[in-house]
């Protein structure tokens, strides 16, 4: 069973109704007790990092979380901000992330040599999947996702790459250690790709 975590944000209905149509069964996780029978659990997330921290820190989840992933007896996959608070900190705020996935999340500016880039970046972009990961079977070569951010995770160790993206740079835009993956687009909006990304996710 998949549980999508409702912590104060994030479009829980979206991943729900990608599920639903097809076929595969999730719910909406409201507090941590929700969790059990879970063997897959989405973080979704929008707006500020340290908004996010607060809220998820506050939720009672955090806790719960890190049992079953100490366990590996859970898959957990970070969507946008979710995937950021993976990271252990942001140059957008001052609380520190969760540390499940080293690294630190930075603004595009200070990873573009000061370049000058529209921010947020939204819309659009290639992805390309670093080896045989299965999250991204059958979507090599030719997948696009929907990005919508103005920070990016650089992770700390180049095998916890598992995908990159271009805007102004090459940015680390998939993510993973263990039971834990990470991904900066949004693929409940990403249509047949962002499906496909989602079965994936439910097969690991």
Not at 1 to 9: A, F, N, P, S
Not at 93 to 121: A, C, D, M, Q, Y
């Amino acid at each position: 069973m998949i549980k999508v975590i409702d912590y104060g944000l994030g479009n829980i209905h979206a991943f729900l109704n990608v599920y639903k149509r097809i076929g595969i069964p999730a719910a909406r996780a409201s507090i941590a007790a929700d969790l059990d029978g879970a063997t897959h659990v989405i973080l979704p997330g929008v707006g500020s990092f340290d908004h996010a921290m607060t809220l998820f820190n506050a939720s009672g989840f955090r806790e719960a979380l890190e049992r079953r992933i100490s366990r590996q007896d859970i898959r957990l996959l970070g969507v946008c901000v979710g995937m950021q608070m993976l990271a252990e900190k942001s140059e957008e705020g001052i609380l520190p992330g969760l540390g499940w996935i080293g690294g630190t999340v930075k603004k595009f500016e200070s990873g573009n040599s000061g370049s000058s880039l529209r921010l947020p970046h939204m819309g659009w972009n290639d992805v390309a999947s670093e080896g045989e990961n299965p999250l991204f079977a059958g979507l090599h070569g030719s997948a696009r996702f929907y990005f919508l951010h103005s920070y990016f995770f650089d992770a700390a160790k180049p095998e916890s790459v598992l995908a990159t993206s271009d805007y102004g740079c090459t940015f680390d835009c998939a993510v993973g250690n263990g039971a834990v993956y990470g991904v900066q687009f949004h693929p409940e909006k990403s249509h047949h790709w962002g499906q496909a990304f989602l079965t994936n996710f439910a097969r690991v």
